[in-house]
C-alpha cells in the first residue's frame, strides 16, 4: 500500500496570492520595498489627498529617491534596467491602495516608455534621468473636448515657424495635469493629410513653455487624488527639437504602446477586484443578520463562489498575457479581450461587493465605497471597452 504524501505546498487556490509565475525573487523584493515606501509615505495620508483632490508633488520626488519610478529605464539614463514585471508589480501595489496612485503608473509606465523608444539621444539625455528620479513628472495629452478615443480628429494644431512649433488648442482629463513637468502632446502638424491620422504629431510641452497653461483642476466621481486637468495652448512656443519621432508618425507612436498601456489597465482591474473580495470575504464572516453571519446565506456564498471564479479565471488569461508580453508578442486582439472583460469583470464586482455591504457599503468609511467609485473610469480609460470589441471585431474579420 502506498503512502499518501502530505502537500507542503501552498494552495494553489489562494486568489490572493501576489506571486505570480514571471515574478521571480528580486520582483518580490522589489514588491517588499514598495509595500514599505507606501506603508510610511501613502496610507497614512491618503485619505486626506482623496479629500484634497491631490497628491502632493514631494511623493513623486521621495519615489524617484528611492528607486521606484521609471524601473525599466536604461542605467545610463539613472534607471535600473529593469523588465516589465516591475512596473507590474508597481502597478499593483499602488492600486491596492486606490485608483487616485494612477499619475506614477502613468508617468512610468506609459508615457517614459514613449521618450525612451522614440526620443533622440539629445531628448533621452535632456529629460530620462529626471523622470527617474522624480524631478520631472509626466503626463500624455491626448483627449479633447468632442473627440473620445478618435485620435485621428483632434484639432490642437501645431504649426511649424522657424525653429519652434506654434501650437494652439486645448486638452482635457489630462491625468497629471497640475503636476507634470513635461507633456507628450498629441496635436495636428498637416491638418490635410489623407488619411487623417498621418496628419498627426507627438510634441514634447515643458510646463513653464511660454503660451501654455493649465485649466480648471477637475472634480471627478473617483480616483480624487489624481490630479486631471484642462491644458490650454494659446501661441504656445516650443522648439521644434522637442518633436518625439517623425512629423506625422504620432499616431503609431501612440498605437505602438497601448499593447503595454491595456495590460496595465486590465492588471490594475485585477488587483483592484481581489482587493474588494478579500475585504468583502472578510466583512460578510463577521456582519450579523438574523443571529448569524451572512456569510451562512446561501445567496452570500453564490455570489462569492461567482466572483472567485471570474477572478481566478481573469488572473489565469492575464497571466498568460503578460508572460507573452515580456517575450516581445504581438498579442494585441488577446490584450483587447483582456482589458475590456476584466475591467468590466471588476466594475461588476465593486457593484456586488456593496451590495453584500449593505447601508455600510454607502459609507465612506468603508473601502468599497471609494472602490465603486475609481472602478467606474476603467472601462473608459486606455481605449474604451466598445473600441477594445472593435479590434476583437476586426480581428474575426467583420
Not at 528580486?26 to 514588491?31: L, T, V
Not at 525599466?72 to 516589465?84: E, I, K, R, S, T
Request: some cysteine; overall charge neutral; hydrophobic content about 40%.
Amino acid at each position: 500500500m502506498s503512502k499518501t504524501v502530505k502537500s507542503t505546498t501552498k494552495n494553489p487556490f489562494d486568489l490572493f496570492n501576489t506571486h505570480r509565475p514571471f515574478y521571480s525573487q528580486e520582483h518580490e523584493m522589489f514588491r517588499s520595498s514598495l509595500r514599505t515606501f507606501i506603508k510610511k509615505e501613502v496610507l497614512p495620508y491618503y485619505e486626506e489627498w482623496e479629500e484634497n483632490g491631490y497628491i502632493p508633488r514631494e511623493l513623486y520626488t521621495k519615489m524617484g529617491k528611492q528607486g521606484f519610478l521609471c524601473p525599466q529605464v536604461d542605467p545610463g539614463y539613472g534607471g535600473l534596467g529593469l523588465d516589465f514585471g516591475f512596473n507590474l508589480v508597481l502597478s499593483e501595489e499602488l492600486s491596492r491602495v486606490g485608483g487616485g496612485t494612477a499619475g506614477v503608473n502613468i508617468h512610468s509606465s506609459i508615457v517614459v516608455p514613449y521618450l525612451e523608444t522614440y526620443g533622440t539621444q539629445e531628448q533621452k539625455e535632456k529629460y530620462l534621468q529626471k523622470c527617474v528620479n522624480g524631478e520631472i513628472l509626466t503626463a500624455v495629452a491626448m483627449t479633447e473636448p468632442g473627440t473620445g478615443s478618435d485620435l485621428a480628429s483632434v484639432r490642437t494644431a501645431a504649426v511649424q515657424i522657424g525653429d519652434h512649433y506654434v501650437i494652439n488648442g486645448q486638452k482635457t482629463f489630462i491625468t497629471n495635469g497640475i503636476n507634470a513637468d513635461l507633456f507628450f502632446v498629441v496635436v495636428k502638424t498637416d491638418p490635410n493629410a489623407t488619411p487623417a491620422h498621418k496628419g498627426v504629431s507627438v510634441i514634447m510641452v515643458d510646463g513653464d513653455s511660454p503660451g501654455f497653461s493649465r485649466g480648471r483642476k477637475l472634480k471627478k466621481l473617483g480616483m480624487r487624488s489624481s490630479d486631471t486637468a484642462e491644458l490650454i495652448f494659446e501661441d504656445a512656443s516650443v522648439p521644434v527639437s522637442n518633436l518625439l519621432g517623425e512629423e506625422g508618425k504620432g499616431f503609431y507612436i501612440l498605437m505602438d504602446k497601448l499593447q503595454q498601456e491595456r495590460i496595465l489597465a486590465a492588471n490594475a482591474a485585477f488587483a483592484q477586484a481581489q482587493e474588494m473580495l478579500k475585504s468583502t470575504i472578510a466583512y460578510v464572516k463577521e456582519r450579523q443578520a438574523f443571529g448569524k453571519p451572512i456569510s451562512s446565506f446561501q445567496n452570500t456564498q453564490f455570489q462569492m463562489a461567482e466572483m472567485a471564479t471570474e477572478l481566478s479565471m481573469a488572473r489565469s488569461f492575464l497571466d498568460n498575457l503578460v508572460n507573452l508580453h515580456m517575450k516581445g508578442e504581438n498579442i494585441v486582439t488577446q490584450v483587447s479581450m483582456a482589458k475590456w472583460w476584466i475591467t468590466d469583470m471588476a466594475r461588476r464586482m465593486a457593484a456586488r461587493c456593496l451590495q453584500l455591504y449593505g447601508g455600510y457599503g454607502f459609507m465612506e468609511e468603508y473601502p468599497i465605497a471609494r472602490r465603486y467609485r475609481d472602478i467606474a473610469v476603467l472601462p473608459i480609460a486606455a481605449g474604451s471597452n466598445e473600441i477594445m470589441k472593435n479590434i476583437i471585431a476586426k480581428s474575426l474579420g467583420l
